[in-house]
T-cell receptor, first 113, second 115 residues
Framework: DAGVTQSPTHLIKTRGQQVTLRCSPK?????VSWYQQALGQGPQFIFQ???????QRGNFPDRFSGHQFPNYSSELNVNALLLGDSALYLC????????????FGSGTRLTVV | RKEVEQDPGPFNVPEGATVAFNCTYS??????FFWYRQDCRKEPKLLMS???SGNEDGRFTAQLNRASQYISLLIRDSKLSDSATYLC????????????????FGTGTRLTIIP
């Protein structure tokens, strides 16, 4: 049973560029959440998708956008990259009903230069 | 004030010792609580959920005090493999709500077990 898979694992981009990160949830999960983890910090919630809609959003600018597809996979897009966007981006999947914890992917490490 | 506060450490503890981590949260509406473990440059992994009645899993014991908005994790007979960052995590969602809402993480407490 595959867990959460994210791609790519590492990425280097230049300031001002755009990036798309991808996530496939754990089999049977229907909700995908994205988190940003800067070095030495805990993960910060970006947004959550369920039924192809953004259910809730954290304190991130509109440069951060996302999408969920009918097969529950998801993308995170970041426009106009800033140096401060350098971080580990984690995707977590879960079931919308009940509280059984999240399963995290191994993340995409984004470096903006 | 941060929503979830933890002592960042580092905690350097000899092998076999007992170590305790504490965490406080500010949102009294929070309904579910977890400890996650994160190894260096890896993703967080669920260590255990935390219940008001307290729960134990082998060498690990977690406790929740809703009145004080305080969560604890106790590790007994620590092993070298326990070296990691321990993240205190709070979720407003609960079984009575519409499922999983966002997780709010503390900054994590770094633990190093010394041989």
């Amino acid at each position: 049973d595959a867990g959460v898979t994210q791609s790519p694992t590492h990425l280097i981009k230049t300031r001002g560029q755009q990036v798309t990160l991808r996530c496939s949830p754990k089999s049977g999960h229907d909700t995908v959440s994205w988190y940003q983890q800067a070095l030495g910090q805990g993960p910060q919630f970006i947004f959550q998708y369920y039924e192809e809609e953004e259910r809730q959003r954290g304190n991130f600018p509109d440069r951060f956008s996302g999408h969920q597809f009918p097969n529950y996979s998801s993308e995170l897009n970041v426009n106009a990259l800033l140096l401060g966007d350098s971080a580990l981006y984690l995707c977590a999947s879960s079931l919308v009903e009940g509280v059984y914890g999240y399963t995290f992917g191994s993340g995409t490490r984004l470096t903006v230069v | 004030r941060k929503e979830v506060e933890q002592d960042p450490g580092p905690f350097n503890v000899p092998e076999g010792a007992t170590v305790a981590f504490n965490c406080t949260y500010s949102n009294s509406a929070s309904q579910s609580f977890f400890w996650y473990r994160q190894d260096c440059r890896k993703e967080p992994k669920l260590l255990m959920s935390v219940y008001s009645s307290g729960n134990e899993d082998g060498r690990f014991t977690a406790q929740l005090n809703r009145a004080s908005q305080y969560i604890s994790l106790l590790i007994r007979d620590s092993k070298l493999s326990d070296s990691a960052t321990y993240l205190c995590v709070v979720n407003k969602g609960g079984i009575s709500n519409f499922g999983n809402e966002k997780l709010t993480f503390g900054t994590g407490t770094r633990l190093t077990i010394i041989p």
